[in-house]
């Protein structure tokens, strides 16, 4: 395993390494659907497939599933601490949501088109249909359950309906600008622009 300034480091270093940015994605989408908002570059490790020779994320640090920052002094707090989401059917807006991830979205899920976000986001819904919602959340000690459980399967199933507007892709993670990375070491390539009405522009770099 490595951690992220690792991950970057090798990155940075050979063109080559790649990141898995599906399973990323996957990733991601499941910090969204339990309201995971504190995934910060220190919350995850990677590890290469030995059959993709893909970097894959391996997510650590779930103390924040489910929360609920509520209340008088979380609502002020928001504008200057956006990640104190709550937990509910509804999802919080897009700031709040990617504000801790914004960098390893905007790095590592960039290579990915429209229809692989969608693809993605619906198998994932097609994963986690009622029954599998609820035969999860019935596993709950007995006393949590009798006190929060239809609520949180009730929760758990909007946030999985809601799912295809809330992830990075459908609220622009990568606005307002496109991140392009370099290495090291003297590279060249092309760097295609495009603003609104206009004609794209292929652009030689070195």
Do not use: C, M
């Not at 990640?83 to 807006?93: I, M, T």
């Amino acid at each position: 395993l490595v951690d992220t300034d690792e991950l970057d480091e090798l990155l940075d270093a050979d063109s080559g390494e790649r990141v898995d940015s599906r399973a990323f994605l996957r990733a991601r989408l499941l910090d969204l659907l339990i309201g995971d908002s504190d995934r910060h570059r220190k919350q995850w490790d990677w590890a290469k497939d030995a059959q993709t020779g893909r970097f894959v994320a391996v997510p650590n640090d779930r103390d924040l599933a489910f929360v609920r920052f509520d209340g008088v002094l979380p609502r002020f707090a928001r504008s200057q601490v956006p990640q104190l989401v709550k937990f509910d059917e509804e999802y919080p807006g897009a700031v709040s949501l990617h504000w801790q991830s914004r960098f390893l979205d905007r790095r590592y899920l960039a290579d990915l088109e429209w229809p692989a976000w969608k693809q993605t986001v619906e198998e994932l819904q097609d994963r986690l249909p009622d029954a599998a919602i609820d035969e999860a959340v019935s596993r709950l000690p007995p006393p949590y359950f009798r006190l929060n459980g239809p609520a949180l399967a009730a929760r758990l199933k909007a946030r999985r309906d809601g799912l295809g507007a809330a992830h990075p892709g459908a609220v622009g993670a990568h606005e307002p600008a496109e991140q392009v990375e370099s290495l090291d070491r003297a590279e060249a390539g092309d760097v295609t622009t495009e603003g609104p009405g206009d004609a794209p522009r292929v652009v030689h770099v070195e």
